[in-house]
């Protein structure tokens, strides 16, 4: 079985990072890792070929700063790994970014399964997933909160909704994004980022994906950041005859019940 999971480079992942004048991440020179969001997909695709057979490869687009959090993701145990990394691609838009994914994962040959977080701890727009799984044309599941290969043809999932989870299934190929509770991440061995070392980073450049400049220009932009308003403070219902009317019509309003 071939897993293809995602991962990406991130300023600051317990921090607050900066921003540019140009309302952009400042990437270059900032302190950062692996997206730890990432590594609880990588951990579970690890367990499954350990498991099945097969080898995982990292995907990753980024600055050149990238490379720190795919080696990391080879010393956890991925056995090779590619990083597209172009200038042109700075400040890319979510779309922009599937194209060169989607490329990225055609170009590694038949792929039965793609991992990726539900969504980055940068960017936070959780939409880059399914715009892949669309571009790759296939089924998707997400907000798993465990998943599993049966047979090696099929995905079985869980996954969280507003009301509690339900349990899904779709054959192979597909893509799945992942909660903090799929797995629990390992850490990286010695051995491991020795070895991490000398395992195959593949550096395609947009060319070599065949994208053209109209597939890598962006087409949403950030004009303007603000500060966020603070929140409202709660509302303090006293102890009395009508308190648990009071509390039922809000929650009722909230559509909690």
């Not at 700063?65 to 700075?90: E, F, K, N, S």
């Not at 922009?96 to 980055?120: C, F, K, M, N, W």
């Amino acid at each position: 079985m071939n897993v293809a999971v995602l991962v990406k480079w991130v300023p600051e992942p317990q921090g607050t990072p900066t921003l540019g004048t140009d309302h952009l991440l400042v990437r270059e020179g900032a302190d950062g890792a692996l997206d730890p969001g990432d590594e609880y997909g990588l951990e579970r695709a690890l367990q499954l070929v350990e498991r099945d057979g097969g080898e995982v490869t990292i995907v990753s687009m980024g600055p050149e700063i990238a490379v720190a959090a795919v080696q990391r993701g080879l010393a956890m145990g991925a056995a090779r790994a590619v990083l597209i990394t172009d200038p042109a691609l700075r400040g890319s838009d979510t779309l922009v970014t599937a194209r060169v994914l989607a490329a990225a994962i055609r170009r590694l040959g038949p792929i039965d399964l793609v991992v990726a977080a539900v969504e980055s701890t940068d960017g936070y727009t959780g939409t880059l997933p399914i715009t892949l799984a669309e571009l790759l044309e296939l089924p998707s599941v997400t907000f798993a909160t465990s998943f599993d290969v049966i047979d090696g043809a099929e995905l079985q999932a869980e996954r969280q909704t507003a009301s509690g989870s339900e349990a899904l299934a779709c054959p192979l190929p597909a893509l799945v994004t992942s909660t903090t509770g799929v797995a629990a991440p390992r850490y990286p061995s010695l051995k491991g980022v020795m070895a991490a070392k000398s395992k195959p980073v593949d550096r395609p450049s947009l060319t070599e994906l065949g994208l053209v400049a109209d597939e890598i220009r962006s087409t949403q932009s950030v004009t303007g950041v603000g500060t966020a308003p603070e929140k409202a403070g709660g509302r303090v219902i006293e102890a009395g005859p009508d308190a648990a009317a009071e509390i039922a019509d809000l929650l009722e309003e909230a559509r909690v019940i």
